[in-house]
């Protein structure tokens, strides 16, 4: 756990690569997997309201932050920046070319940061991983 903490700039890295990759217009992967910018490259099928892509990406920040801060305060900070972050990138495909606001994007990105923390709790009230 510690490793994390230590260095921070593998989720600063992460962080800025899921910013780059929202802010984006157009679709990277779509580019370089499907050399077609406007059409994403889907991972796997979407659950029923849910973009199954922005909860991957919204999952793994998460993860990569809970590992970097361990401190409570850092915590409760963190929380809440990701989920600024998850509202606010989804806000800003409003304006950005061949990008579009979707429900179902901001459920994904709320619901891949939720999971983690539901997870984390239940980790830190039943002290599973501890010594």
């Not at 962080?15 to 984006?24: E, H, Q, V």
């Not at 922005?54 to 998460?62: D, N, P, R």
């Not at 800003?92 to 606001?101: K, V």
Request: glycine residues 4%.
């Amino acid at each position: 756990m510690k490793f994390f903490s230590n260095y921070k700039i593998i989720f600063y890295s992460i962080n800025i690569s899921i910013i780059i990759l929202y802010l984006f217009p157009g679709s990277i992967f779509g580019c370089i997997f499907l050399d077609d910018c406007s059409t994403p490259a889907q991972i796997t099928p979407d659950f029923s309201k849910i973009s199954t892509n922005h909860f991957y990406a919204f999952f793994i920040v998460s993860i990569f932050g809970y590992l970097t801060f361990l401190k409570d305060k850092q915590i409760k900070y963190f929380i809440i920046y990701l989920i600024l972050l998850a509202i606010l990138l989804e806000i800003c495909h409003l304006f950005i070319p061949q990008r579009s606001f979707q429900w179902s994007d901001l459920f994904g990105n709320l619901l891949g940061v939720f999971v983690v923390i539901f997870f984390k709790n239940l980790i830190n009230k039943y002290g599973l991983f501890k010594k």
